[in-house]
């Protein structure tokens, strides 16, 4: 088993910025990718970015030069930084690992094995 636990959302004006981060724990030694997801009411859960057991990352197009994703394999922890805040960005964010396998940028949700509880993030105009 591996508990994923988000926090670092909350609410900002447009162009600001934040960092999210996912903190894991448990059987983490079978991660090979985790990523970050986004969900807005109404909307299906859609991928943000994903990195891979050796640093490689992917990114959705929607975006790419806005969003890092990074994490540091000591404290088990992955991180998204956000700058360049839209009113569109808003949604529940879930961390994610997936067991076994690396991702590509066509991951989807149902490639990840483990969920975090998510946090929220709204962006004001």
């Known amino acids: 088993q591996v508990q994923l636990v988000e926090s670092g959302g909350g609410s900002v004006q447009a162009g600001g910025s934040l960092r999210l981060s996912c903190a894991a724990s448990?059987?983490?030694?079978?991660?090979?990718?985790m990523g970050w997801f986004r969900q807005a009411p109404g909307k299906e859960r859609e991928g943000v970015a994903n990195?891979?057991?050796?640093?490689?990352?992917n990114y959705a197009a929607s975006v790419k030069g806005r969003f890092t994703i990074s994490k540091d394999d000591a404290k088990n922890t992955l991180y998204l930084q956000i700058h360049g805040l839209k009113p569109e960005d808003s949604a529940m964010y879930y961390c994610?690992?997936?067991?076994?396998?690396?991702?590509?940028?066509?991951?989807?949700?149902?490639?990840?094995?483990?969920w975090g509880q998510g946090t929220q993030v709204t962006v004001s105009s």
């Open positions: 448990g059987y983490t030694y079978n991660m090979k990718c």
């Open positions: 990195i891979n057991w050796d640093d490689s990352t």
């Open positions: 994610a690992a997936k067991l076994y396998a690396r991702c590509s940028a066509s991951s989807g949700p149902a490639n990840f094995e483990y």
